[in-house]
């Protein structure tokens, strides 16, 4: 992409003049650009690497986060409008005009620019992961070679809204406990920091003997307070710590996700979430035509969680030997052998996208199921916990008061 500063004479007979983002290289090109809407060129010159840098610093701006919501109504807009009978140019144009955000409207204008300077829709895409998915890429490819764009949009805006159904039901299941213990442990340091310090104070005056349960809660109580700030630091700096290493390292990554998929609760909720997400993602790529070695390297870079990364690619490796889909999903153990058994039904009846797109549909509904009852799950769990908890604390802090009274009501 270039910057050209232009001078025309519009049909109604004014003159604008500005300078503009063009594809080209050359300044004939970007003649034939600005005379397309009935211009007339008056003055076109390409700017130098100074200028154009100027210019790219002057336009640069914080990118707001196109969500998967944002992009399946963008990519079923614009499948509306070729269905109609509308350009693809026209098209584009309009959907990001009438989306509301014009840091999205001008990366689409630019893609526009590269489209009419030759670049096909996929090539023009591709140039943009962050509006195009590779999915959605590999469907606007596969929808110009068929000549049925608007329907492969139409079904990448489906399978966006059903990833993000999946992830936002993922996230709706991890959130609640984590809530729930995150607050029983505020809970507790308020106790042991602030509560216990007041009823010590009591005891103090009173000269009260006490019993070996409560000096240990006054011990406990005494450390909270002598290094509450350094607990507050240290599990800051381990939170900290260990985010970054997640993003950045791909051990610590493997690690985290596999500590997470042995805990009971969520165990459930992220084998589910993975399962319904590699099925429903395989089933898409194999039903528009993609080859299943290209499919499993699609997956792999798609998946977020490094344990699932890894036994797809250990998938892949079987795979790329000769063998079956599901005589290779059998050899890893991750996957469940009601997956392996419907793999293999679709594999032998020749409906292998079908079957993985029953099997997605039954872990949707099952991470569904789980996101409504993970409350009734968790509840109990952590009635008796914190119910057990709060017994000893309070057994071990009015015990030495019951003691006292007693004393007092005997003499």
């Given at each position: 992409?270039?910057?050209f500063?232009?001078?025309?004479?519009?049909?109604?007979?004014?003159?604008?003049?500005?300078?503009?983002?063009?594809?080209?290289?050359?300044?004939?090109?970007?003649?034939?650009?600005?005379?397309?809407?009935?211009?007339?060129?008056?003055?076109?010159?390409?700017?130098?690497?100074?200028?154009?840098?100027?210019?790219?610093?002057?336009?640069?701006?914080?990118?707001?986060?196109?969500?998967?919501?944002?992009?399946?109504?963008?990519?079923?807009?614009?499948?509306?409008?070729?269905?109609?009978?509308?350009?693809?140019?026209?098209?584009?144009?309009?959907?990001?005009?009438?989306?509301?955000?014009?840091?999205?409207?001008s990366?689409?204008?630019?893609?526009?620019?590269?489209?009419?300077?030759?670049?096909?829709f996929?090539?023009?895409?591709?140039?943009?992961?962050?509006?195009?998915?590779?999915?959605a890429?590999?469907?606007?490819?596969?929808?110009?070679?068929?000549?049925?764009?608007?329907?492969?949009?139409?079904?990448?805006?489906?399978h966006?809204?059903?990833?993000?159904?999946?992830?936002?039901?993922?996230?709706?299941?991890?959130?609640?406990?984590?809530?729930?213990?995150?607050?029983?442990?505020?809970?507790?340091?308020?106790?042991?920091?602030?509560?216990?310090?007041?009823i010590?104070?009591?005891?103090?005056?009173?000269?009260?003997?006490?019993?070996?349960?409560?000096?240990?809660?006054?011990?406990?109580?005494?450390?909270?307070?002598?290094?509450?700030?350094?607990?507050?630091?240290?599990?800051?700096?381990?939170?900290?710590?260990?985010?970054?290493?997640?993003?950045?390292?791909?051990?610590?990554?493997?690690?985290?996700?596999?500590?997470?998929?042995?805990?009971?609760?969520?165990?459930?909720?992220?084998?589910?979430?993975?399962?319904?997400?590699?099925?429903?993602?395989?089933?898409?790529?194999?039903?528009?035509?993609?080859?299943?070695?290209?499919?499993?390297?699609?997956?792999?870079?798609?998946?977020?969680?490094?344990?699932?990364?890894?036994?797809?690619?250990?998938?892949?490796?079987e795979?790329?030997?000769?063998?079956?889909?599901?005589?290779?999903?059998?050899?890893?153990?991750?996957?469940?052998?009601?997956?392996?058994?419907?793999?293999?039904?679709?594999?032998?009846?020749?409906?292998?996208?079908?079957?993985?797109?029953?099997?997605?549909?039954?872990?949707?509904?099952?991470?569904?199921?789980?996101?409504?009852?993970?409350?009734?799950?968790?509840?109990?769990?952590?009635?008796?916990?914190a119910?057990?908890?709060?017994?000893?604390?309070?057994?071990?802090?009015?015990?030495?008061?019951?003691?006292?009274?007693?004393?007092?009501?005997?003499?």
């Open positions: 992409m270039n910057y500063r232009y001078k025309v004479m519009e049909p109604t007979g004014q003159i604008a003049s500005g300078v503009i983002r063009l594809p080209y290289q050359d300044v004939i090109s970007a003649m034939s650009y600005l005379e397309r809407s009935d211009n007339t060129t008056l003055y076109v010159r390409k700017l130098g690497p100074f200028f154009s840098l100027l210019f790219q610093l002057a336009g640069l701006r914080l990118k707001k986060k196109i969500t998967r919501p944002f992009q399946a109504e963008f990519f079923s807009n614009v499948s509306l409008m070729l269905r109609s009978g509308v350009t693809l140019t026209t098209a584009l144009e309009e959907a990001a005009t009438s989306s509301g955000r014009p840091d999205f409207e990366d689409i204008r630019d893609m526009i620019s590269n489209i009419e300077g030759g670049a096909s996929s090539q023009a895409a591709e140039k943009y992961p962050y509006i195009f998915p590779g999915t890429v590999h469907l606007i490819r596969i929808g110009e070679e068929t000549g049925k764009l608007d329907r492969m949009l139409t079904d990448a805006a489906e966006l809204k059903r990833m993000q159904t999946i992830l936002s039901d993922t996230k709706q299941a991890l959130l609640y406990p984590s809530f729930v213990f995150i607050a029983l442990g505020a809970g507790l340091v308020f106790w042991f920091y602030y509560v216990v310090p007041k010590v104070g009591l005891f103090k005056e009173m000269d009260v003997s006490l019993p070996p349960l409560t000096v240990f809660l006054i011990r406990l109580s005494d450390f909270v307070q002598d290094h509450f700030l350094s607990m507050i630091f240290g599990i800051a700096v381990v939170v900290l710590i260990t985010m970054l290493g997640y993003k950045g390292n791909r051990r610590i990554r493997k690690l985290c996700d596999a500590i997470l998929l042995k805990l009971p609760v969520s165990g459930t909720i992220i084998s589910a979430s993975a399962m319904a997400f590699i099925t429903e993602y395989f089933s898409l790529l194999l039903s528009v035509g993609i080859d299943i070695l290209q499919s499993m390297n699609i997956l792999q870079d798609s998946i977020k969680n490094e344990v699932y990364r890894e036994k797809l690619a250990e998938v892949r490796e795979l790329a030997t000769g063998k079956g889909i599901s005589e290779s999903f059998e050899h890893t153990p991750l996957f469940p052998s009601f997956v392996v058994r419907m793999l293999n039904v679709g594999e032998q009846s020749g409906t292998l996208p079908e079957q993985l797109s029953h099997i997605a549909e039954d872990y949707r509904n099952k991470l569904s199921i789980i996101v409504a009852t993970i409350g009734k799950i968790i509840e109990p769990v952590v009635l008796v916990i119910g057990a908890m709060f017994a000893v604390i309070i057994g071990g802090l009015f015990l030495p008061i019951y003691d006292l009274v007693s004393k007092v009501s005997g003499r």
